[in-house]
């Protein structure tokens, strides 16, 4: 009975976690008035949005593993029970391998958004100065052969 309730639990934990999932990436494709009819952009809401959630629900995961066996390292240290040396050994040990490959994780995603960031809002500026400088090359030489024009035709 016991397990058959934990399942359920997990069951409904998934199923809240899928629905939220589901109802923020439509609110974040529907929603967002730059998303019309530019199938890139949507894509590449989605693929961050669905690793930003599941970075997010992994990190909750391991900080609550983590937290649950600090916790139950100190009253077992306070209580001095037998092997509770052994455990702190091994509790350092776990949280030194999942620290360490989270926080290199960490820093190489930020990394990441950082160098995405740039290249987001650096695009639209370079292609805003190209066509200004295509426009104003065409409206120069315009007027230029319409001052050559002029000035060949009698007056």
Same mark, same amino acid.
């Given at each position: 009975?016991?397990?058959?309730?934990?399942?359920?639990?997990?069951?409904?934990? !998934?199923?809240?976690?899928?629905?939220?999932?589901?109802?923020?990436?439509?609110?974040?494709?529907?929603?967002?008035?730059?998303?019309?009819?530019?199938?890139?952009?949507?894509?590449?809401?989605?693929?961050?949005?669905?690793?930003?959630?599941?970075?997010?629900?992994?990190?909750?995961?391991?900080?609550?593993?983590?937290?649950?066996?600090?916790?139950? @390292?100190?009253f077992?240290?306070?209580?001095?029970?037998?092997?509770?040396q052994i455990?702190?050994?091994?509790?350092?040990? @776990?949280?030194?391998?999942?620290?360490? +490959?989270a926080?290199?994780?960490?820093?190489?995603?930020?990394? @990441?958004?950082?160098?995405?960031?740039?290249q987001?809002?650096? !695009? +639209?500026?370079?292609q805003?100065?190209?066509?200004?400088?295509?426009? !104003?090359?065409?409206?120069?030489?315009?007027?230029?052969?319409?001052?050559? !024009?002029?000035?060949?035709? +009698?007056?």
């Amino acid at each position: 009975m016991k397990q058959r309730e934990l399942l359920r639990r997990i069951y409904w934990a !998934s199923a809240v976690l899928a629905i939220v999932m589901v109802v923020f990436l439509a609110s974040v494709i529907f929603l967002n008035p730059s998303s019309v009819g530019n199938p890139r952009f949507v894509w590449n809401v989605n693929l961050w949005a669905v690793a930003w959630a599941l970075n997010f629900v992994i990190v909750l995961i391991l900080s609550f593993i983590l937290a649950r066996n600090l916790i139950k @390292l100190f009253f077992e240290y306070q209580a001095n029970r037998p092997g509770s040396q052994i455990k702190t050994k091994l509790v350092i040990t @776990l949280l030194t391998f999942s620290l360490f +490959p989270a926080l290199v994780m960490a820093f190489l995603a930020f990394g @990441l958004i950082n160098q995405n960031l740039q290249q987001w809002f650096s !695009s +639209p500026s370079e292609q805003l100065l190209s066509s200004s400088q295509v426009i !104003s090359r065409g409206y120069y030489q315009q007027d230029r052969r319409f001052r050559l !024009s002029a000035s060949v035709s +009698p007056a």
